[in-house]
C-alpha cells in the first residue's frame, strides 16, 4: 500500500475546517478520517508512531503514514488472524506472534482453549507503550502471565530458534512490506522457509497477505511462497472498512491440519463480534478475481 499522509495538523485545534488524515490505497486513491485531536506523534528508531482520535472510527494508530488499526473495527482483524489459525489447530498449547505491538492480536490468541504460552515478538517498544497508553482494549491481556513480549527483530527470533523451542501456531501481524519500514522482511521466501522449521509437527502458520485490491502482487507472492513451503496452503478473506479497499486477505500454511473448518470451537458463549465457525468456513470461499492470484493448488482447494 503506497501510503503518502497528505495532511494532519499535529494539534487539530477547533477550527471550522475540521482536519483530516488521510491515506493513500494507491496513487490514484485517497482514504480519508476526520481527526478530532492528535494524542500522541513521535519516532521511535524503527517508525513514526502516531494516536488520533478520529470522528467516525474512534482511536487510530497509524505508522509511517499507514492506518494500522482502530478502536471500531479492529475485532474483524484481530479475531480472523487468531481463531481461524487456532481453531484449526488440535491442540495450539505454544504460540508465536511477531509484530502485534498493539496487543489486539494476544488478545484474541489468548482467550482460545488449550492456549498455554505465547511469546510476541514486536520490534518497537514504542509500539507496545503507546498501545498500552491510548488503546487500552487492544492491550487488556497483555499483563495475562503466559505471555511473554521480547522487543526483537522477528525474523532474527525465528532465525535463531532451536528444535525445542518450536511452537504450534505461529502468527505474523506485522506492518505492510511496501515502503522501507521494518515489516519488508517478514514477507520474503527465507522467512517463510524460517517459519517452518519453527514449527511443531501438524503446525500452522498465517499472516495478514493485503487486499488484492491495491495489491494483488503481495497475495501472489506470498501465496506461492507459502505454498512452496507448506503442504497445506490457504488463503482466507474479510472485509475491514478502514483499510484501503476493504477487502483483506490471509495466508496460511499447514503441516497437517486442513483449515477449510474448524476443529474446535470457543467456549460456548465467548463473545465474538465477526467470527463465527461458519464465518470460517465462509472466509476460504474465495471470488475468482482472488483465486486466479493464487497457485493452482490452492484455487482448486478452495473451489
Ligand atoms: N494489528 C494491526 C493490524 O490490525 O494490522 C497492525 C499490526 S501491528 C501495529 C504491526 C507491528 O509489526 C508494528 O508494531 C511493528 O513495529 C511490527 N513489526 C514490523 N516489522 C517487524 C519485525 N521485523 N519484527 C517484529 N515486529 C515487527
Avoid at 48 to 57: D, G, M, P, R, S
Avoid at 155 to 180: H, K, N, R, S, W
Avoid at 195 to 224: C, K
Wanted: aromatic share 8%.
Amino acid at each position: 500500500m503506497d501510503s503518502e499522509r497528505i495532511h494532519s495538523s499535529p494539534q487539530c485545534p477547533p477550527s471550522s475546517s475540521p482536519a483530516w488524515f488521510t491515506e493513500a490505497g494507491s496513487p490514484h486513491h485517497r482514504l480519508q478520517w476526520q481527526v478530532t485531536r492528535t494524542l500522541y506523534a513521535g519516532d521511535s528508531p524503527y517508525q513514526h508512531i502516531e494516536v488520533l482520535e478520529t470522528e467516525q472510527f474512534g482511536t487510530a494508530l497509524v505508522l509511517d503514514g499507514i492506518l494500522q488499526t482502530t478502536a471500531a473495527d479492529e475485532y474483524i482483524y484481530h479475531e480472523m488472524l487468531a481463531l481461524v489459525p487456532l481453531l484449526s489447530h488440535p491442540h495450539p498449547a505454544r504460540v508465536l506472534i511477531i509484530g502485534g505491538g498493539d496487543g489486539g492480536l494476544a488478545r484474541e490468541v489468548l482467550r482460545v482453549p488449550g492456549v498455554q504460552d505465547v511469546v510476541m515478538v514486536e520490534i518497537d517498544r514504542a509500539v507496545v507503550e503507546v498501545a498500552r497508553k491510548f488503546l487500552p482494549h487492544h492491550t487488556a491481556a497483555l499483563d495475562d502471565p503466559r505471555l511473554t513480549i521480547r522487543y526483537e527483530d522477528g525474523v532474527q527470533y525465528v532465525a535463531a530458534l532451536d528444535a525445542a523451542d518450536a511452537f504450534d501456531v505461529i502468527l505474523v501481524d506485522a506492518t505492510d512490506p511496501e515502503g522501507d519500514g521494518p515489516g519488508q522482511v517478514l514477507y520474503t521466501t527465507e522467512f517463510h522457509r524460517a517459519i517452518r522449521a519453527a514449527l511443531l509437527p501438524e503446525g500452522v502458520y498465517a499472516q495478514q497477505s493485503g487486499t488484492p485490491i491495491y495489491n494483488p502482487d503481495v497475495l501472489t507472492r506470498v501465496a506461492h511462497d507459502v505454498d512452496r513451503e507448506f503442504p497445506v496452503c490457504r488463503v482466507y478473506w474479510c472485509t475491514v472498512p478502514t483499510y484501503p479497499g476493504s477487502l483483506f486477505t490471509f495466508t496460511m500454511g499447514s503441516l497437517g491440519p486442513e483449515p477449510l473448518v474448524p476443529i474446535r470451537r470457543l467456549p460456548h458463549g465467548a463473545p465474538t463480534r465477526w467470527y463465527t465457525p461458519r464465518i470460517h468456513a465462509a472466509a476460504f470461499a474465495l471470488p475468482p478475481v482472488v483465486a486466479e492470484l493464487l497457485p493452482e493448488r490452492v484455487a482448486a482447494a478452495q473451489a
